[in-house]
């Protein structure tokens, strides 16, 4: 009998609770060091709605020294995530709390984990320079229910060519996680869709692709079930406490099953968009599953039927393209995107899904992805511009 071998990778230590994050400075001082600074790195957009301010108020009542980086727009610059991790540097921090979605907590990972060595982001890219193993301290507070970055390895930024890397290691995990489903109630029904997807896709590609096996396929089903019974009223009624705390799990369990078994083409093709323009990630993921899924299944050997039967459908892989299609229309999803994609044309796109940086992606979709399947996609795609 041919049993399967695998490792799991750890889990940061987990702390779920609706209005979970009022006790932020127990979890910072049972967290990092007391004694030195900390630093908040935050979406703007936070900041704006004085989640920011609060938290950063009750750390200060308990007698910590803290300091803010905003500057967290859209996906990760280099030039953001360079100066994220000088202000750690200069202030030498003994604590990071990353808060907002997976731009802030990518930036905030990485500037904490090389903050006390000599070098900068670029240098660690792609696996180029070894990452330090003296780091600061980190917490992740993820407002979204989709990036799963909280729970991952990988951490993505645009270096200055324009192109997307990544920084990659288990030392960038955080030591905890907070999951406080209070706040994402204010997340609008189009990035709770969006968000929403990208949790999805993770899911979906992690336990279909060349890398699956049985012990991450617990938490990438379970994230299915999730996702796919909850994204719907999450959309559509934003208050849903219970609906957003389902969604808060569903992303969880998404984000370590990303963690163990990556991705796969739906990802080349939403990495390769975004290199010709901006576009949310899990929009652009989530119309990628929804070209290359129906290819896929014509060749499943049981992993899109066991997603199938997660995602409540019974083991039955042809039943999952027509369900996906009808679950984007039932979570308010229009086929079309960003009006800056009038510009490129599937040529483009084809030759960025052809690159170095999207290849492994490509290579780990379980049925093999011809060059004519690369142009098909493409098409298919562009046609929504």
Known sequence: MDLATFSLNSIPEIRFGPGRT????????DVGNPERPIVLIVDATLQEMGIVAQMAANLEDAGADVSVFSDVAGEPKQKQVEAATELVRSK????????????AM????????????????????????????????KICIPTTSGTGSEFSSTNIL?????????????ETKPQRVILDPELTLTLPPNLTAWTGLDAFSHALESCTNVNRHPGNDFYAHHALALISATLET????????????????????????????????????SHAMAALA???????????IDTVLAWQVE???????????????????SALPGWYSDF?????????????????????????????????????????????????????MMAMA
């Open 278 to 288: 901006p576009v949310h990630h899990g929009l652009a993921t989530g119309l990628a």
């Open 328 to 380: 984007l229309a039932r979570c308010g999803v229009r086929r079309e995107l960003p009006h800056a994609f009038k510009a490129f044309s599937a040529h483009d796109l084809a030759a960025e899904m052809r690159t170095p940086e999207t290849t492994p992606m490509r290579e780990t979709t379980a049925r093999n992805v011809g060059e004519a399947d690369v142009d098909r996609f493409a098409k298919m």
């Open 158 to 170: 645009t270096n200055t060519a324009g192109k997307k890397v990544w920084v990659w290691g288990g």
């Open 234 to 269: 999450a959309v559509k009624e934003s208050g849903n406490l219970a609906a957003r705390a389902d969604m808060a799990l569903g992303s969880a369990y998404a984000g370590i099953a990303l963690d163990n078994c990556s991705t796969a083409m739906a990802h080349n093709i």
């Open 22 to 29: 009022s006790r932020i400075a127990e979890d910072a001082f």
């Open 106 to 137: 990518d930036i905030g990972k990485i500037a904490a984990t090389i903050a006390r060595a000599p070098h900068g982001p670029a240098d660690y890219a792609m696996q180029g320079m070894p990452l330090p193993t003296d780091t600061v301290a």
């Open 92 to 103: 030498d921090a003994g604590l990071v709390i990353a808060l907002g979605g997976g731009s």
């Open 299 to 317: 060749q499943d050997t049981g992993p899109f039927a066991a997603a199938a039967s997660a995602c409540g459908l019974g083991f039955d892989a």
